[in-house]
């Protein structure tokens, strides 16, 4: 199932696993692994959809913003520049699917692509985790300081209370 999610939303869910690893429900060094397995997975699936999507583009003239213009352009620079564009993708996650279907329509050797996206892939991964891993260990600590902030309330507001009953009482006398 983690798989799955990370899937879909790869970093998200990568960072809400790490904070999970902290608090006992997973295991860090399986939960990497499977983090990113599911990653290279979801960016495989938009490669695919622009190598064949770009078929698309053949027959009608368009495939979503994209014009039969613009491949040339695009095929010349992810010629040029591949590299360099897909960590750029990785790690900026707004442009990131975009430029991952964009290396499926350029036909990048699937090779090229695979290894480019794992170099990009693998700290991205492990900083998700870490930054999950981290709050986890932030919550449980102010987690603590939370259940003493509670008792000294709670002590607190039955002080005020008895002092002011006791007051009421004395003052009704």
Same mark, same amino acid.
């Given at each position: 199932?983690?798989? *799955? ?10 960072? &809400?696993?790490? $904070? @999970? ?5 997973? !295991?860090?060094?399986? @939960? ?7 990653? *290279? ?7 695919? &959809?622009?190598?064949? =999507? +770009?078929?698309?583009? /053949? +027959?009608?003239?368009? $495939? ?17 520049? $591949? =590299?360099? %564009? ?5 790690? %900026?996650? +707004?442009?990131?699917?975009? #430029? ?9 050797? @699937?090779?090229?692509? *695979?290894?480019? !996206? *794992? #170099? ?10 870490? #930054? =999950? ?9 102010? !987690?603590? /300081?939370?259940? /003493?902030? %509670?008792?000294?309330?709670?002590? #607190? ?14 003052? !009704?006398?």
């Amino acid at each position: 199932m983690f798989f *799955l999610l990370v899937v879909i939303e790869g970093p998200i869910v990568t960072i &809400i696993a790490g $904070f @999970l690893a902290y608090t006992g429900y997973f !295991n860090i060094y399986i @939960l990497y692994p499977v983090a990113l397995a599911g990653e *290279l997975g979801g960016d495989y699936l938009y490669y695919v &959809i622009g190598y064949f =999507g +770009s078929k698309r583009i /053949y +027959s009608k003239g368009r $495939f979503l913003w994209i014009k039969m213009e613009h491949i040339q352009k695009i095929k010349s620079h992810f010629n040029n520049n $591949f =590299g360099k %564009t897909i960590l750029f993708g990785k790690w %900026t996650h +707004s442009v990131g699917a975009p #430029i991952l279907i964009v290396s499926g329509m350029a036909r990048v050797s @699937l090779k090229k692509f *695979l290894g480019y !996206n *794992l #170099i990009g892939t693998i700290p991205k991964t492990m900083l998700f985790l870490a #930054i =999950g891993y981290y709050f986890g260990q932030s919550y449980v600590k102010v !987690n603590m /300081y939370f259940g /003493y902030v %509670t008792v000294a309330l709670f002590f #607190i507001i039955v002080v005020t209370a008895a002092g002011y009953l006791f007051i009421k009482k004395r003052s !009704n006398k």
